[in-house]
Structure formats: C-alpha cells, structure tokens
C-alpha cells in the first residue's frame, strides 16, 4: 500500500514562496475543537477567521481566540442558512485552507425509544 505524503503546516507555509500570510477558515470555531485548532494556526503565525452560528457566540469566540480578527456569523441548520454563510465567506476573500468543523445537532439531553429498547443521547 503506497502512503500518500502529507505535508506539515509548516511545510506549506515553508513553500510559499513569496512568504505570504497562509489564511484559514475553521468553522465551528466558537469552542471546543474548532476554537483549538483556531488558537493553535493562530500560534503558528497563520490568519484565522472564525465562525460561529449567532452574533453571541461570535463575539465570545473573538475575545477567546487571541489573534482572531474576522468572524463569520451564521447557523447551518438548513441549505438556506448555509449558502447564507457561506456568501458572507465568500465575501471575507480568499482561503488557502479550510477546517470543516461545525456540526448540526442538539445539546439538550434528548431520550429517544427504538422498538422497545430505551435510549438516552448525552450532549
């Protein structure tokens, strides 16, 4: 099995020839994993922008991630919302790389019953 290379983001930064700022979109980058690896690209000397899904957690997301200048703002609950969020993207400018990591779920403890077996989802 041939093992595909790839490159470290230093790597890519180190090939950029003209030393430009490598720019990141993280979505879902209000908090948990997405604001880290936000924080982290951040600390490597890399242009982040954020997203979060309402003006709230936008503003909560910009005084959390040091460095973080630009926020997208806008949920992805639906198609619509999504192509919303994502001409407001496109409106930013230009990405050399982007993290997918917004979700659609729910954080309220839900409990569903399959059949007859009772079951409990946690956030």
């Given at each position: 099995?041939?093992?595909?290379?790839?490159?470290?983001?230093?790597?890519?930064?180190?090939?950029?020839s003209?030393?430009?700022?490598?720019?990141?979109?993280?979505?879902?980058?209000?908090?948990?994993?997405?604001?880290?690896?936000?924080?982290?690209?951040?600390?490597?000397?890399y242009?982040?922008?954020?997203?979060?899904?309402?003006?709230?957690?936008?503003?909560?997301?910009?005084?959390?991630?040091?460095?973080?200048?630009?926020?997208?703002?806008?949920?992805?609950?639906?198609?619509?919302?999504?192509?919303?969020v994502?001409?407001?993207?496109?409106?930013?400018?230009?990405?050399?790389?982007?993290?997918?990591?917004?979700?659609?779920?729910?954080?309220?403890?839900?409990?569903?019953?399959?059949?007859?077996?009772?079951?409990?989802?946690?956030?």
């Open positions: 099995m041939k093992h595909l290379h790839r490159p470290r983001l230093l790597d890519v930064y180190e090939e950029n003209e030393n430009e700022c490598i720019t990141y979109l993280v979505t879902g980058s209000a908090d948990g994993l997405g604001k880290m690896a936000a924080q982290f690209l951040i600390n490597q000397g242009q982040v922008v954020l997203h979060a899904r309402n003006k709230m957690r936008a503003n909560e997301a910009l005084a959390a991630v040091s460095g973080a200048e630009k926020v997208a703002v806008g949920d992805v609950a639906s198609i619509a919302r999504t192509r919303e994502a001409e407001q993207v496109n409106q930013l400018g230009s990405f050399d790389a982007v993290i997918h990591n917004v979700g659609v779920g729910y954080r309220e403890l839900a409990a569903f019953r399959l059949k007859t077996v009772s079951l409990t989802f946690l956030p």
